[in-house]
Nanobody, 120 residues
Framework: QVQLAESGGGLVQPGGSLRLSCAAS?????????MGWYRQAPGKQRELVAF??????TNYADSVKDRFTISRDNANKVDLQLNSLKPEDAAVYYC??????????????WGKGTLVTVPS
């Protein structure tokens, strides 16, 4: 199984920056195709923030693409640099891994979430 270890999060003033990191641990026989971050604010649906595949293809939510940058050290580690933070960025951020697990198939795995607070 894939285990996701998240770090970062906290309280940042508007206009400030934050860096979220996620490292995936898995069996060597399994494959992680991509990793990224989703977020969920109170009363809202969980939404994609940014995602990067093992070959480097990235996707961003329109609301963050000019301010956030996703990167990876390798296929199992991903960082999200959050710049120019706005109050509407406040949410619980969840690390996600898109993986192929031998004998189970392709699956999504989720971190426990880390809270980003941006006061008005």
């Amino acid at each position: 199984q894939v285990q996701l270890a998240e770090s970062g999060g906290g309280l940042v003033q508007p206009g400030g920056s934050l860096r979220l990191s996620c490292a995936a641990s898995s069996r060597s026989i399994d494959i992680i195709y991509g990793m990224g971050w989703y977020r969920q604010a109170p009363g809202k649906q969980r939404e994609l923030v940014a995602f990067i595949t093992r070959v480097g293809t990235t996707n961003y939510a329109d609301s963050v693409k000019d301010r956030f940058t996703i990167s990876r050290d390798n296929a199992n580690k991903v960082d999200l640099q959050l710049n120019s933070l706005k109050p509407e960025d406040a949410a619980v951020y969840y690390c996600n891994a898109d993986a192929y697990i031998v004998a189970r198939g392709r699956m999504d795995f989720w971190g426990k979430g880390t809270l980003v607070t941006v006061p008005s």
